[in-house]
């Protein structure tokens, strides 16, 4: 079980439509390195695109820092239903290291996914996880967190991250 680079924004991939995932016996293999990536990053949340794997997968585990690990496998989600409610809040991401971004989301979704077990699956999810959904979610439809943030320093953020990448390249 391999701890897996976390690519960096703007790497191309990051920015790409992934496509569906398929639940085998690989989609697996990967899910275990995923969380074992996403646990030694400190991560709440890791979208299969962020480790180089253009496939509509995320693994997320949103109670694992205050108590016992709750890991959720979601392959090819799909957002059936949103709170009207909204909540403006601090978002982090591993593939922008040291960049917050103030996103505006739902805070409840009504989640359909299939598991690595092939049974598609549904769940209402409230606070914290319908965030952390959303911004996986993100993440497989090739979005990053400072394109949300209605902020003008999100586009001055990423500006200098595009900069600072091009200059380390």
Request: proline letters at 8%.
């Amino acid at each position: 079980m391999p701890v897996l680079p976390i690519l960096q924004w703007p790497d191309p991939c990051l920015a790409r439509v992934a496509v569906p995932a398929v639940p085998d016996a690989k989609t697996a293999a990967l899910a275990t390195d995923m969380l074992e990536t996403m646990y030694d990053a400190r991560g709440r949340g890791l979208a299969a695109p962020q480790v180089g794997v253009s496939q509509r997968m995320f693994v997320m585990d949103v109670s694992w820092k205050d108590g016992t690990p709750a890991p959720l496998v979601v392959l090819n989600p799909e957002i059936l239903a949103w709170s009207a409610a909204e909540a403006i809040g601090p978002e982090g991401c591993l593939s922008i290291p040291g960049a917050v971004a103030m996103v505006q989301r739902p805070t409840s979704v009504s989640l359909r996914w299939t598991g690595l077990d092939g049974v598609v699956q549904q769940a209402v999810l409230t606070g914290f996880a319908a965030i952390c959904a959303q911004h996986e979610i993100d993440h497989l439809d090739g979005i990053v967190t400072l394109q949300r943030d209605p902020q003008a320093a999100a586009s001055q953020a990423m500006a200098s991250l595009a900069a600072a990448s091009q200059a380390a390249a």
